[in-house]
């Protein structure tokens, strides 16, 4: 039987899930070409967005402007090429990992000739309502923050939200706004107004405080890579959502997913599909086709599984 991996891959897809109830599947997507997840997931049936972002500045705190070359998709990872740009060449891979955990790894190689310094952001924003002056947190290696939910029914669902990027913060920051469109662009945001060229990074306190809890609250973490000519940086980003379910409840998805040791969150991604596939029947056809559609099948029912 062929590889369910291979039967599936596709350029124009992007539903990503673990099978636990996140489900990154938006029916028409606006924002796939930024970085991350700005369109709408669900958790169960309860809407999201947006999830984050990822903003790369070069040492002078100027913007990169990425533009997405052709995209991979498999049910394991959202695999996206960037164009090179001042001789940094770029590959995010996007994921939904077990535990309610949204990821974003980054390999960015420097094909230049001199050292280059990049700041990667990785940030959000969240309803002013929801977040209230005291409520943010930072724990020296996360970013946490409230976030309420409301499904088609009226019936809503508290969430924390849980922003790292693995191997280490160098600064991070939260800041309430006026509100205005919101949209993935950095520029637009208050930590661009607040940007030090000559040191970069993210003030390390939250604003959140003011006369109006209205508008909308920015959440970014930072940190700065050096990659010489020919070096290659890797950065990963993890978004990971938690929500306030009756003990019972709460518990199913730790129990369901033990902790995996994996090289990469694409390897994890990866290696908890290869368990999935593996639990299944085979089924084999000299019409590739109907191998196709077998396989489609069960990907579609661990894509919506709870």
Same mark, same amino acid.
């Given at each position: 039987? +062929?590889?369910?991996?291979?039967?599936?891959?596709?350029?124009?897809?992007?539903?990503?899930?673990?099978?636990?109830?996140?489900?990154?599947?938006?029916?028409?997507?606006?924002?796939?070409?930024?970085?991350?997840?700005?369109?709408?997931?669900?958790?169960?049936?309860?809407?999201?967005?947006?999830?984050?972002?990822?903003?790369?500045?070069?040492?002078?705190?100027?913007?990169?402007?990425?533009?997405?070359?052709?995209?991979?998709?498999?049910?394991?990872?959202?695999?996206?090429?960037?164009?090179?740009?001042?001789?940094?060449?770029?590959?995010?891979?996007?994921?939904?990992?077990?535990?309610?955990?949204?990821? +974003?790894?980054?390999?960015?190689?420097?094909?230049?000739?001199?050292?280059?310094?990049?700041?990667?952001?990785?940030?959000?924003?969240?309803?002013?309502?929801?977040?209230?002056?005291?409520?943010?947190?930072?724990?020296?290696?996360?970013?946490?923050?409230?976030?309420?939910?409301?499904?088609?029914?009226?019936?809503?669902?508290?969430?924390?939200?849980?922003?790292?990027?693995?191997?280490?913060?160098?600064?991070?920051?939260?800041?309430?706004?006026?509100?205005?469109?919101?949209?993935?662009?950095?520029?637009?945001?208050?930590?661009?107004?607040?940007?030090?060229?000559?040191?970069?990074?993210?003030?390390?306190?939250?604003?959140?405080?003011?006369?109006?809890?209205?508008?909308?609250?920015?959440?970014?973490?930072?940190?700065?890579?050096?990659?010489?000519?020919?070096?290659?940086?890797?950065?990963?980003?993890?978004?990971?959502?938690?929500?306030?379910?009756?003990?019972?409840?709460?518990?199913?998805?730790?129990?369901?997913?033990?902790?995996?040791?994996?090289? +990469?969150?694409?390897?994890?991604?990866?290696?908890?599909?290869?368990?999935?596939?593996?639990?299944?029947?085979?089924?084999?056809?000299?019409?590739?086709?109907?191998?196709?559609?077998?396989?489609?099948?069960?990907?579609?029912?661990?894509?919506?599984?709870?």
């Amino acid at each position: 039987m +062929s590889d369910p991996f291979d039967l599936l891959a596709r350029g124009d897809k992007w539903q990503l899930s673990a099978g636990e109830g996140l489900v990154f599947a938006p029916p028409f997507p606006l924002w796939l070409d930024v970085p991350g997840f700005w369109d709408e997931a669900h958790l169960f049936e309860y809407p999201l967005r947006p999830l984050f972002t990822v903003t790369w500045l070069d040492a002078a705190g100027a913007e990169l402007r990425l533009v997405p070359g052709s995209r991979r998709w498999t049910p394991a990872a959202l695999e996206v090429p960037y164009q090179r740009v001042l001789g940094i060449e770029a590959v995010e891979t996007r994921m939904v990992l077990p535990g309610f955990v949204v990821g +974003s790894e980054w390999a960015v190689r420097n094909s230049g000739a001199a050292p280059v310094v990049l700041h990667a952001v990785a940030w959000t924003t969240a309803p002013g309502e929801d977040v209230s002056e005291g409520s943010v947190g930072w724990s020296g290696v996360e970013l946490s923050w409230p976030r309420r939910v409301v499904d088609r029914k009226g019936q809503a669902l508290d969430l924390m939200l849980k922003l790292a990027l693995a191997r280490g913060t160098e600064t991070w920051g939260a800041v309430r706004a006026q509100a205005t469109a919101d949209l993935p662009r950095f520029h637009l945001t208050p930590f661009w107004d607040r940007w030090d060229p000559r040191h970069g990074g993210l003030a390390c306190r939250g604003d959140v405080g003011g006369i109006d809890a209205a508008g909308l609250v920015y959440l970014g973490v930072h940190r700065a890579l050096e990659i010489p000519p020919g070096g290659v940086a890797r950065l990963a980003v993890a978004l990971r959502v938690e929500p306030d379910l009756p003990r019972r409840a709460a518990s199913r998805p730790a129990e369901a997913t033990a902790p995996r040791r994996a090289s +990469s969150f694409a390897a994890a991604s990866r290696a908890s599909w290869d368990e999935y596939l593996g639990t299944l029947p085979t089924f084999r056809c000299s019409d590739p086709y109907f191998e196709r559609y077998w396989a489609y099948r069960w990907f579609g029912l661990r894509l919506n599984g709870i």
